[in-house]
């Protein structure tokens, strides 16, 4: 029997966070080393373009992404690793999918709706409006079965089951429906500067975020300066999110649970933790780091990969495009 298909992506719109690290990246490396799926991992560069890129920096930009998920653990010997616009079928499916989309489902997507904001109403173009379609064609090309990622991507899962039984229902059995794998634990990780919201690497405030590369001392500034509260007890609940939130990263990067760390910082100040806190994230990133620089400076390595994968990818994604293109009425050629 064939194994079951793992998907999942993400934008190379800059350096990855450790929201990215803690709520995706990490679980698929861990899917990976299971030995069970077989595993695609992806750089959504045609994704990215959905809001306006630099063109150089959006080549910069894949490749670095390209080298992080390496260095974070992705093996491109077991699962394939690959640039999306390297599988012209993404976009092919895509265009299929929009014709059974409901702009109503599209209207309710938070994701698009809080994107917009940052535009001038004129200016909002119709990819960022049909992003979550791409989405699904992502996911539906590849049969996947499990998309590991975190919370704020669980209303686009949803939409993209929709839209499989939608079109298994019309033309036959054709998709596998694919089911999201949300942590429990750190799949939201929030800004240091704004607990109510996510941390995210387009934030405008640099000290909201901790990036994956940021060094030691970057680090020790960014956590001394997150915002906490006035309660001075480092407790877990939904008064103290800011405090909430540094505990979930404590957790993630030394795998404690919440519990042993509440009580291992029992009558401790706030300051004693968040040093703490900014050495446990400096070791962990640090292999990370070491292995990143090593592969950001090998172009020709990097080359290969993407290659060898996107021509494992192209070959899966064209079975299903087939499959699509026999069921909807085209002729094949
Ligand atoms: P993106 O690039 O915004 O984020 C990549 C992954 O990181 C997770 N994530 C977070 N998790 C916890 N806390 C945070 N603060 C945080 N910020 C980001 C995201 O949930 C995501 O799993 N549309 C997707 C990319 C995508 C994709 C796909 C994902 C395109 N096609 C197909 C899965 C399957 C996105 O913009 O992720």
Same mark, same amino acid.
């Given at each position: 029997m064939s194994k079951e298909i793992v998907f999942s992506g993400i934008q190379p719109s800059g350096e990855p966070t450790i929201g990215n690290y803690i709520g995706a990246i990490r679980n698929w490396v861990d899917i990976q080393n299971e030995d069970k799926y077989t595993c695609l991992y992806c750089v959504v560069d045609m994704h990215a373009i959905t809001v306006p890129q630099v063109p150089k920096d959006l080549r910069k930009h894949t490749l670095e992404m390209l080298s992080a998920l390496m260095a974070a653990g992705i093996d491109p010997e077991k699962s394939i690793l690959f640039i999306q616009s390297h599988v012209p079928a993404h976009a092919e499916l895509t265009w299929v999918l929009n014709t059974i989309t409901y702009m109503g489902q599209l209207n309710r997507m938070t994701q698009f709706k809080e994107k917009s904001k940052r535009f001038e109403e004129a200016s909002i173009n119709s990819g960022l409006y049909t992003y979550p379609v791409l989405m699904a064609a992502d996911i539906l090309l590849y049969q996947a079965k499990y998309v590991p990622v975190g919370e704020d991507q669980k209303q686009h899962l949803e939409l993209t089951r929709d839209l499989a039984e939608r079109f298994n229902n019309r033309y036959s059995d054709t998709f596998v429906i694919p089911e999201p794998l949300i942590k429990e634990q750190g799949a939201r990780i929030m800004s240091l500067q704004d607990p109510e919201s996510k941390m995210s690497k387009s934030d405008a405030d640099e000290n909201a975020y901790i990036l994956l590369l940021d060094e030691p001392d970057v680090i020790r500034r960014k956590i001394k300066r997150a915002v906490t509260d006035s309660e001075g007890v480092i407790a877990y609940n939904d008064r103290q999110k800011g405090i909430k939130n540094l505990i979930n990263i404590y957790s993630a990067f030394t795998n404690e649970d919440v519990e042993t &760390?509440?009580?291992? /910082? #029992? +009558?401790? +100040? /706030? +300051? @004693?933790?968040? =040093?703490? %806190?900014? #050495?446990?994230? @400096? $070791? +962990?990133?640090?292999? &990370?780091? =070491?292995?990143?620089? $090593? %592969? @950001?400076?090998?172009?020709? /390595? %990097? =080359?290969?990969v993407y290659k060898e994968g996107a021509e494992k990818a192209e070959y899966m994604a064209r079975k299903t495009l087939r499959k699509v293109y026999k069921k909807i009425g085209f002729i094949p050629r």
């Open positions: &760390i509440v009580a291992k /910082y #029992e +009558g401790k +100040g /706030y +300051g @004693i933790f968040k =040093e703490d %806190l900014a #050495e446990v994230v @400096i $070791e +962990g990133l640090r292999p &990370i780091q =070491e292995s990143y620089k $090593e %592969l @950001i400076n090998n172009k020709d /390595y %990097l =080359e290969k």
